[in-house]
C-alpha cells in the first residue's frame, strides 16, 4: 500500500520570499505524484504531476517540484510566493492503475504581505 | 467546459434521514469516485466506479452507497446518515482507469446533526 506524509500542516511565508513545502511517500511499487491544490471554496485544482521522464517537473504558475526516488519525496518549491498563492496544497500519489489516489494531510501556505 | 458537478454544495440534515449528493461530469469519463475530506486527514476514498454498473469499495465506505446507472451521473447515497459522516466530499473523475489526471467538484460540505 501507499502512504503519504506532508511535514508541514501550516507554513506561513512572506510575500515574494521562496517557499518549500515538503512531500515524502511510502510505497513499495513505482508511483505517481502529484500537487492539488485547493483554494478557499473550491474544488481540487491539478498543480504538476510526475509520471516519467525528467524528475524536475513545473507549473504554468511558477511552482516546481522535484522527484527524488532515492528520498522518497516530491517536495513543492516556488522561488518568489504571491498572496493569491495562499491556498492549502495536497501531495498524492497513485501506483500503477491509477485506481486510487492516495492523499497527504494537506498543507496550508498562507502568504504575508 | 468541462467540469464536475455536484450538488448541493451545503446540507445541513438530521441524524437518520437519507440523503443523496448527486455527481454529474461531462467529460465522457469512465471512471468517477467520492473522496471525502476531514482536517488532518487529507482526502480518503469512499467508493469508485471503473464504469456503468461496475462499483467497489473504497478506503471508507462504510455507512454509504453508491450507482452507476449512467456514464456520466454517481450519485453517493447516506442511507442513515449519522454525525461522524459529516465531512467535506469531493467527487472526481477520470477519462479511464489509467488515466493520470482527476478533475474534482467544487465539493458538498455536509452536517448532520
Known amino acids: 500500500a501507499q502512504s503519504v506524509t506532508q511535514l508541514d500542516s501550516q507554513v506561513p511565508v512572506f510575500e515574494e520570499a521562496p517557499v518549500e513545502l515538503r512531500c515524502n511517500y511510502s510505497s513499495s511499487v513505482s508511483v505517481y505524484l502529484f500537487w492539488y491544490v485547493q483554494y478557499p471554496n473550491q474544488g481540487l485544482q491539478l498543480l504538476l504531476k510526475y509520471l516519467s521522464g525528467s524528475t524536475l517537473v513545473e507549473s504554468i504558475n511558477g511552482f516546481e517540484a522535484e522527484f527524488n526516488k532515492s528520498q522518497t519525496s516530491f517536495h513543492l518549491r516556488k522561488p518568489s510566493v504571491h498572496i493569491s498563492d495562499t491556498a492549502e496544497y495536497f501531495c498524492?500519489?497513485?501506483?500503477?492503475?491509477?485506481?486510487?489516489?492516495?492523499f497527504g494531510s494537506g498543507t496550508k501556505l498562507n502568504v504575508k504581505p | 467546459e468541462a467540469q464536475v458537478t455536484q450538488n448541493p454544495r451545503y446540507l445541513i440534515t438530521v441524524t437518520g434521514k437519507k440523503l443523496t449528493v448527486t455527481c454529474s461530469q461531462n467529460?465522457?469519463?469512465?471512471?468517477m469516485s467520492w473522496y471525502r475530506q476531514d482536517p488532518g486527514l487529507g482526502l480518503r476514498q469512499i467508493y469508485y466506479s471503473m464504469n456503468v454498473e461496475v462499483t467497489d469499495k473504497g478506503d471508507v465506505p462504510e455507512g454509504y452507497k453508491v450507482s452507476r446507472k449512467e456514464k456520466r451521473n454517481f450519485p453517493l447515497i447516506l442511507e442513515s446518515p449519522s454525525p461522524n459522516q459529516t465531512s467535506l466530499y469531493f467527487c472526481?473523475?477520470?477519462?479511464?482507469?489509467?488515466?493520470?489526471?482527476?478533475?474534482f467538484g467544487q465539493g458538498t460540505r455536509l452536517t448532520v446533526v
Open positions: 472526481a473523475s477520470s477519462l479511464s482507469q489509467g488515466s493520470p489526471e482527476a478533475f
Open positions: 467529460m465522457n469519463h469512465e471512471y
Open positions: 498524492a500519489v497513485s501506483a500503477g492503475n491509477f485506481n486510487k489516489f492516495y
